[in-house]
């Protein structure tokens, strides 16, 4: 009598995986294997009975009866299922080197088993493809306008009309995609740098209304300057315009943050502060407002107001709740429902890992809802419609080179390669992502680029004047109000790697503890691409110092701190674009069910050690313990933390917006035509 006539399930068995695909690509069956593994292990007596053979991979201390009454009981080991027993069926495990030499390659992800690729695809990646949008960039992948002239009138525009509308979309979803993976990847240093942001806006309007005191004595014109920096601070500053100095010397261009070291001259003259073209033509709407009220209320009340025009800005940036909120919350509900659905799914490793996958890819949710909680909009085409242009006679704004494009600058003179660049020049794949005049900057300098604006606010004040006055408030005493403390700089930096870190830890923790428990590729990609979050937010803390200190020329002032932070950027971002869209990837084919990830890291050294074994069966009791004790507790953690996170940043953007339209409507009611303010007019 065979094994099969005694255990249907074996009957049949053959030595390869059913399927024509390679066992290197995908082709194998980890089902498959434990069949291999339990008909090792079981061999028929003469009286027809089943024994165990000599090497058993069958859990020791099982009898074959209770592996008989498993059997029988609807507890097959290889491929059960969860059916409410928490004892689980029998465990059988094989040492790695049976696994390799039997079970070689890896098992693709399969199209009936949702847990494996299409539940993580679309419960996790689709939403974050939503989330994503949110997110403000600068460029996006061009899309040719020839794909929007096709006229299906005629049969051979129908014909090429379905073509065309291909290549769009096709080029739309390569744009999101790429840019998702980008959020992903670069988290870490764009959350540090929004929470800046966040962090700055809250100190300029608690400043200018203090929650607990009175407020600081300036004039209009600082208080404006001040609300327009918070609002459109993340429009890109351009170089300085070259104006003679003292002794009628020329100064090389430079850009606005150099304003604060250079007002530490003194004696000098509010005329001979020199600003670059983008904050000029921005304050031009306070130039006007002044100027009108100077001139008589006539002409004030033909104007559109100062304080109309701010409250415009700010009501540019799209309503939380619309935004991310909505979103959030029906994000939130599938989430809950998962984790719900968790319960009857126990002991199903795949689940675990979806679980735990999903939680990991809630960092572009908190990427997505702090990013809609800054005051200043993510796009500019509000203030292109307030601020007059200068029509076709506008001079080009100049930006600063960024660090690539000034070593691509370095290579022009060479024959060779000069020469491809001259032919590739004015040729681009991508695009910005506003049309106008004004340009934001990248997610993760925002909050540096805002602290400029601040800045130039301060040191036009400092050069007008200001601070003469009985009680008004003296330029250091500005700055000094204006700068986030140590106090402030620590509770950013928690605050983005808590929202950097939690995501990881909660999915680590999932993925550590489902048997076989330890440090394995799964757990492994969690950690690597925490560290590489936290390499990259350190790398962006040093260059943020050092910018402070030394203004935006530091990279000619320390040229050798400028390569480490830039070139080591490119190497910790290789580990996380290396984590983030290699272990998404695998994870959704299922390279990760192999033999070496099924083993914990630590005995990769020595695989040969006994304890270096592999589980090849489903639901056991040790993967349902494990179940109840970290998929609810985690899941509904991460559903929590998110959902205060949303909230709390809701309620915080709300309570900001109202101090800023009161302090808007200041401008109104009692707007002090200073000293300071009559002498730049003049």
Not at 132 to 148: G, S
Not at 158 to 170: C, D, E
Not at 410 to 420: E, S, V, W
Not at 453 to 473: F, K
């Amino acid at each position: 009598m065979s094994l099969g006539a005694l255990i249907p399930q074996l009957a049949g068995l053959t030595y390869n995986p059913p399927g024509a695909r390679p066992m290197n690509l995908g082709g194998q069956n980890f089902t498959h294997c434990c069949l291999l593994a339990l008909n090792d292990s079981l061999v028929v007596r003469p009286d027809g009975n089943l024994s165990y053979a000599p090497t058993s991979f069958v859990a020791p201390g099982l009898s074959i009866g209770e592996l008989e009454a498993a059997i029988a009981g609807d507890e097959f080991p290889c491929g059960a299922t969860f059916n409410g027993d928490v004892g689980g069926a029998p465990a059988v495990s094989v040492p790695y080197d049976w696994c390799v030499a039997r079970c070689p390659g890896w098992e693709i992800s399969h199209a009936a088993a949702m847990q494996q690729w299409i539940g993580p695809l679309v419960q996790f990646i689709v939403p974050s493809l939503a989330f994503c949008t949110n997110v403000p960039r600068t460029r996006k992948v061009r899309i040719p306008d020839v794909v929007f002239k096709a006229h299906p009138r005629t049969l051979v525009g129908l014909m090429t009309y379905w073509i065309r509308l291909l290549g769009a979309l096709v080029l739309m979803t390569l744009d999101t995609v790429v840019w998702l993976a980008i959020c992903f990847a670069f988290a870490g240093p764009m959350l540090l740098s929004a929470v800046y942001e966040y962090a700055l806006d809250r100190k300029v309007l608690e400043f200018m209304a203090p929650p607990n005191g009175k407020p600081p004595d300036m004039p209009g014109r600082l208080r404006a300057q001040l609300l327009l920096a918070v609002v459109v601070g993340n429009i890109r500053m351009a170089t300085l315009e070259s104006r003679d100095f003292e002794g009628g010397r020329r100064q090389d261009s430079g850009s606005s943050g150099d304003l604060e070291g250079k007002m530490s001259m003194r004696g000098r003259r509010m005329s001979r502060l020199v600003h670059n073209s983008v904050w000029k033509k921005i304050m031009v709407m306070v130039d006007e407002y002044e100027a009108s009220k100077l001139t008589g209320r006539q002409q004030q009340e033909e104007a559109v107001s100062l304080s109309t025009k701010l409250k415009a800005l700010l009501n540019s940036q799209a309503s939380f709740g619309s935004t991310i909120g909505a979103p959030i919350l029906f994000f939130v509900g599938g989430f809950v429902y998962t984790v719900l659905d968790v319960e009857n799914n126990l002991g199903d490793n795949d689940t675990a890992h979806a679980l735990a996958f999903g939680i990991w890819w809630m960092i572009v949710p908190y990427l997505a809802i702090i990013s809609c909680a800054m005051l200043a909009s993510n796009s500019p085409s509000a203030l292109d419609g307030i601020v007059y242009d200068d029509g076709a006679m506008a001079r080009e704004d100049r930006y600063e080179l960024s660090f690539w494009k000034q070593h691509l600058r370095k290579f022009k003179p060479y024959r060779g390669i000069g020469l491809i660049l001259k032919q590739l020049e004015g040729y681009s794949l991508i695009e910005t992502a506003f049309e106008g005049r004004f340009q934001t900057v990248k997610l993760w300098k925002r909050g540096l680029n805002k602290r400029e604006w601040v800045q130039e606010a301060i040191a036009e004040y400092a050069a007008a004047g200001g601070g003469r006055g009985a009680n008004e408030i003296t330029p250091d005493e500005l700055r000094q109000s204006l700068t986030l403390n140590r106090q402030d700089c620590f509770y950013v930096f928690v605050g983005s790697l808590f929202a950097v870190l939690a995501p990881c830890c909660l999915a680590f923790l999932t993925s550590y503890n489902t048997p076989q428990a330890g440090l394995s590729c799964r757990s492994l990609t969690y950690l690597v691409y925490a560290i590489s979050q936290v390499c990259e937010m350190a790398l962006w803390t040093c260059a943020a110092r050092l910018k402070i200190k030394y203004g935006v020329r530091w990279s000619e002032a320390v040229p050798i701190a400028k390569r480490i932070c830039w070139w080591g950027q490119v190497f910790v971002g290789f580990f996380a674009i290396f984590a983030a869209g290699g272990g998404t990837l695998m994870q959704l084919l299922g390279v990760y069910r192999s033999c070496a990830c099924k083993v914990p890291v630590k005995y990769w050294p020595r695989l040969s050690d006994p304890d270096a074994y592999i589980v090849l069966s489903d639901n056991t009791a040790e993967d349902i313990e494990a179940a109840q004790r970290w998929w609810t507790v985690t899941g509904s953690t991460a559903v929590g933390v998110v959902g205060i996170v949303c909230t709390l940043a809701w309620w915080h953007q709300r309570r900001l917006r109202k101090v800023f339209r009161d302090e808007a409507d200041k401008l109104d009611g009692n707007y002090m035509v200073s000293e300071a303010a009559v002498r730049h007019t003049s």
